[in-house]
DNA sequence: CTTGCTCCTCTAGTCGCTGGAGGAAGTAGG
DNA sequence: CCTACTTCCTCCAGCGACTAGAGGAGCAAG
């Protein structure tokens, strides 16, 4: 297994250099080893993890989430309760945030369409953003 | 009309008193009139501009689009190509959103109901997020 | 050996707030 | 009129999760 610089890592696992330096930083990555020259080399189980990590991020997980996660995987024999209830959470959070962005969406279809093309005057967006009370939904 | 003060004002608009100082600031707001005691003073209009400001922030737009938007109510001679442009942007922007956001909540289901309570060691929540390739979608 | 890329550390900036310190002004009750 | 309480003022620091830049060192290919 040849080691894998952080140009590399940053490729593989889609995430910019410098947030690799920031997760290790804040501990969501384990402190590499380093070449002669100081410069941090990265195994498989490195793009794994960061992956993992990228992916949790894309869930809308937040670093500290991401950091009990980790922990737990590094402990299998810990039982999975504390990682179901943070997943369920999220779940939570995303049928909200669908739910919310669905209405929003409503309300800007209909803004865009109602648009007449012409002077500001008459414009529906300005409108219908000034007052809340002509929002499609009550959603938010 | 009597004059309105900035607690007020927060309390109509549902915005906090540390932000709404943060959007004048960012000229969101018009420096307001102050009282002889130095303390800031609103009137309707800014009521309404307000509840504007925060119904396009709940919506996702960004203080740079507000402003572009507010400007463009304050000048109702121009023609609202630009407004129209802004929300058509959002529209797109909030449809990828909730894809997005859909695709995750089927991951996210399927992790914790894949959850058999036992161990870390069999726990899906992990391996799921582990491996991107076990992704339900591939809309992210 | 030189060119050009990657990497290092460190610092500062981004966005959209949020909270606190320390003090002045306004208000309601006695 | 005095006191107590609330609201307001300014200024400054901090949050999360990066992102960007300066200034310098390492390394691989021609």
Redesign the pocket.
């Known amino acids: 297994m040849k080691p894998i ?6 490729r593989r696992a889609a ?5 690799i ?3 290790e930083e804040r501990g969501l990555l384990p402190t ?1 080893e ?7 080399t990265y195994g498989e189980a490195d793009v794994r993890t960061l992956r993992f ?1 990228r992916h949790a ?1 894309e869930l809308g ?4 989430d991401i950091r009990a996660l980790l922990d737990l995987a590094g402990h299998p024999e810990r039982p999975c309760g504390e990682a179901d209830a943070i997943a369920r959470k999220h779940l939570a959070d995303i049928d909200d945030r669908i739910a919310r962005l669905t209405g929003l969406r409503q309300e800007m279809k209909a803004m865009v369409e109602q648009c007449s093309g012409g002077d500001v005057r008459e414009c529906r967006i300005i409108e219908v953003l000034a007052d809340h009370g002509e929002c499609l939904s009550d959603r938010h």
Chains 1, 2 share one sequence.
């Open positions: 610089a952080i140009g590399e890592l940053s995430v910019k250099v410098p947030t330096r920031f997760y590499p380093r070449t002669e020259g100081n410069r941090r990590i991020r997980f937040e670093i500290e």
